[in-house]
């Protein structure tokens, strides 16, 4: 440890946070997702359990762009002609609705409607990378790689929606890549409490299988 590695009380045990080579992730805290009226509420879902984590992602933003540490967003999403939309996730669920199809706020996970963007109490800063991403996980298909490559980062803290689905895909593609990932429980939110909990198990069992989980006040408590 030196005087730039802060350290994190987590689970399975203390991360050791890197401040010259760390970077704050947040994962598709999209409008469709998080807001009332959207894409998510209209297949049933309930999206208090999103919304909560908007206060402790806020705090943490915050706090990291009051060290200056690298920020980085992602949003799940297509091009407005559907050519990244593979066949199999367009026909996945057999709903009415499909991605593409006009929904309560435009074009559903089109880029450019009103929907996919970033909710207002998360937005991006000028300068912050948004990562367009056609699938789960923010490595496939996008520049993620060369914009953690270019900036040296090592360790990334993951947040955002959802904790089993974009959450989690992204930690593990991160984990085979190499990198140490860390996740603050309450700035990840599910629509089903239950898969929240048991990724979280997941991604912190067997001494740290996929990374560490932690709290957004064990980070403020190192960082502020
Ligand atoms: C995300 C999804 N962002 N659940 N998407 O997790 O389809």
């Known amino acids: 440890m030196n005087d730039r590695t802060v350290s994190v009380e987590a689970e399975p045990y ?3 946070l890197a401040l010259d080579a760390c970077a704050l992730l947040v994962i598709d805290m999209q409008r469709d997702f998080l807001e009332p009226g959207g894409f998510g509420e209209m297949l049933g879902n309930d999206v208090s359990h999103l919304r909560r984590t908007i206060e402790p992602n806020r705090a943490l933003l915050r706090a990291w762009r009051a060290r200056a540490l690298p920020v980085i967003h992602t949003r799940e999403g297509h091009r407005p002609d559907l050519s ?6 367009k026909i996945r669920g057999r709903s009415k609705t499909q991605i593409g199809d006009v929904g309560p706020m435009g074009r559903i996970l089109v880029r450019g409607e009103p929907g996919h963007d970033i909710i207002p109490e998360l937005y991006p800063l000028p300068g912050e990378p948004v990562v367009d991403k056609p699938g789960k996980g923010a490595f496939f298909a996008t520049d993620l790689p060369a914009i953690l490559q270019h900036r040296g980062i090592r360790q ?3 947040t955002g929606v959802t904790t089993e689905v974009c959450v989690h895909t992204t930690v593990r593609e991160a984990n085979d890549r190499g990198y140490d990932c860390l996740v ?4 990840v939110g599910s629509y089903f409490p239950e898969f929240h909990e048991m990724a979280l198990r997941m991604i912190k069992a067997q001494g740290g299988l996929f990374g560490w989980v932690s709290h957004s006040e064990q980070i403020l408590a190192v960082i502020t």
Not at 184 to 187: N, Q, V
């Open 156 to 158: 990334i803290v993951v």
């Open 84 to 89: 990244d939309l593979s066949p199999a996730k």
């Open 184 to 187: 603050p429980a309450d700035c």
């Open 14 to 16: 203390p991360f050791e």
